[in-house]
């Protein structure tokens, strides 16, 4: 199936969007941009396009919907297979990125959401331990992965660069709310180097979201969130 | 290719070990099997083969650095022995729809499953159960719309979803037994129930599936370590 008719539903402020997008921008894929508002009810589009999860992204070819942004990152890297690859071609080398893109979606990235959304301060505290240390083995991920380039993927974005990188505004956004740098040049010297080389990537800069709009955006998503919490536990 | 070459770290008791073994079946590659017993603790193999995570399974091949997480072990099985019959489907919308059921089935069904065992009281465990029988009545749906008609999601053959779904038959079938009921049943998931005597006695499958008796024993003794700890086990 060719270019065909596709669009992508998603949220300015999901980084899980974002991923998609930068994705379709590597491929020079033209596509309908759908905006879904996270703080108010679901679409009929999104409940009948995902009915199983009833989240954002999701990616509509044709008349066929695909679902959980890496699966339609290596779909999209499947279908237009002729432009610049984001996996690596080595079996080996695409079980690693395989691996660390895992890695960012089910350890790194909830320790960073509940920094920003935990209920409790000691919560919070653990979170951030384990965000911490969750950056140390990135930086170790990073050495290995780029061989000396700019990107996990080498000389180009690459699967890892989506997975990590389309988190680096809420890194931004909960460096300012707590104060801390998660990042650093003492610490993390070349995920720095490495933040900057992305977020002002031609395929990434126009949909990597503005640091205070994210931050107002978080506020917002927090007070939903406590407020939820607090109703189930009356 | 020598045996010692190719090398799986698992655990018996464990869905996800099954997982690596059964692909490496498919493409007829000799393997050695190590097996952990993760309740008397971590060997140093294992600690070392995954630093990160100190899970099974872990796929160790020639020199290579140790490949961990069942499902990306088994795409890299599908595609380090790419001239065996294929466990991924060929087209990229089949590919993206048996990995979103794989995902979903790792994410929301199996610990769905799990919290049948521990759940405190009766609302939370029938609040489970709802949730494993929801989950079943989309993979009878999903098996409709992936096999084409055929005995398998991967069609004439087993592939990616067959084995991240028939792993967790034997867990399922205990889950069952010690619920009294019958959650993969002839009248709500007529296709499962084929699927899965199918997939249990295929010659990829049946030497790596553990005994429902073995295992039923293995979960009495998790279940009373986790109301005793009041902690989740660590099983993955």
């Not at chain 1, 999901?14 to 930068?22: N, Q």
């Not at chain 2, 464990?14 to 603790?41: C, F, H, Q, T």
């Not at chain 2, 020639?62 to 466990?87: F, H, M, N, T």
């Not at chain 2, 609302?123 to 084409?148: D, R, T």
Request: hydrophobic share 45%; charged share 25%.
């Amino acid at each position: 199936m060719g270019d065909g008719n596709v669009k992508v539903l998603g949220a300015w402020a999901s980084p899980f969007l974002m991923r998609v997008r930068v994705a379709l921008h590597l491929k020079s894929v033209e596509y309908e941009n759908i905006e879904e508002n996270l703080l108010e009810a679901k679409s009929e589009l999104l409940l009948k396009s995902n009915p199983v999860h009833k989240k954002i992204p999701v990616l509509i070819h044709g008349d066929n919907p695909v679902c959980e942004s890496l699966i339609i990152v290596q779909y999209i890297d499947e279908v237009w297979s002729t432009k610049t690859s984001i996996l690596p071609s080595d079996p080996y080398e695409r079980a690693n990125s395989r691996f660390w893109a895992a890695y960012v979606d089910d350890k790194f990235f909830p320790a960073l959401r509940m920094v920003l959304v935990g209920t409790t301060e000691e919560a919070q505290k653990a979170a951030m331990a384990e965000v911490l240390e969750g950056v140390v083995l990135l930086e170790e991920a990073f050495k290995k992965l780029s061989k000396g380039k700019a990107f996990f993927g080498g000389d180009s974005v690459g699967f890892v660069d989506l997975a990590a990188g389309s988190l680096l505004a809420w890194i931004k956004v909960i460096e300012k709310f707590t104060e801390t740098k998660l990042l650093s040049e003492a610490k993390t010297p070349s995920l720095v180097a490495w933040a900057d080389c992305f977020s002002t990537h031609a395929a990434v800069k126009d949909v990597f979201p503005d640091v205070d709009k994210l931050a107002d955006f978080g506020m917002k998503l927090r007070a939903k969130l406590l407020k939820a919490a607090a109703a189930t536990t009356n | 290719m020598a045996t010692s070459e190719v090398k799986v770290l698992g655990s018996w008791p464990s869905p996800y070990a099954m997982r690596p073994r059964i692909a490496l079946n498919l493409k007829s590659v000799d393997y050695e099997y190590i097996d952990e017993k993760l309740w008397e603790g971590k060997s140093q193999l294992l600690l070392q083969s995954n630093p990160v995570h100190k899970k099974i399974p872990v796929l160790i091949h020639g020199d290579r650095k140790p490949i961990c997480e069942s499902l990306i072990i088994v795409q890299y099985i599908d595609e380090a022995w790419s001239s065996g019959p294929s466990i991924l489907p060929s087209d990229p919308y089949d590919r993206a729809v048996a990995r979103f059921w794989a995902a979903y089935l790792d994410d929301k069904w199996f610990p769905a499953v799990k919290s049948v065992g521990v759940a405190k009281g009766e609302e939370a465990k029938k609040a489970a159960i709802a949730q494993v029988e929801e989950g079943l009545a989309l993979m009878e749906e999903a098996l409709g719309g992936c096999s084409k008609g055929k005995g398998f999601f991967g069609g004439d053959e087993i592939g990616y979803l067959d084995i991240a779904f028939g792993s967790f038959l034997g867990w399922l079938r205990v889950t069952e037994r010690f619920n009294d009921m019958k959650q993969l049943d002839e009248g709500k998931t007529p296709g499962l129930v084929e699927w899965a005597d199918r997939f249990s006695s295929h010659a990829a499958v049946k030497d790596v599936m553990p005994d429902t008796d073995k295992l039923a024993e293995f979960g009495k003794m998790v279940i009373a370590k986790i109301r005793a700890a009041g902690a989740a086990a660590e099983m993955h």
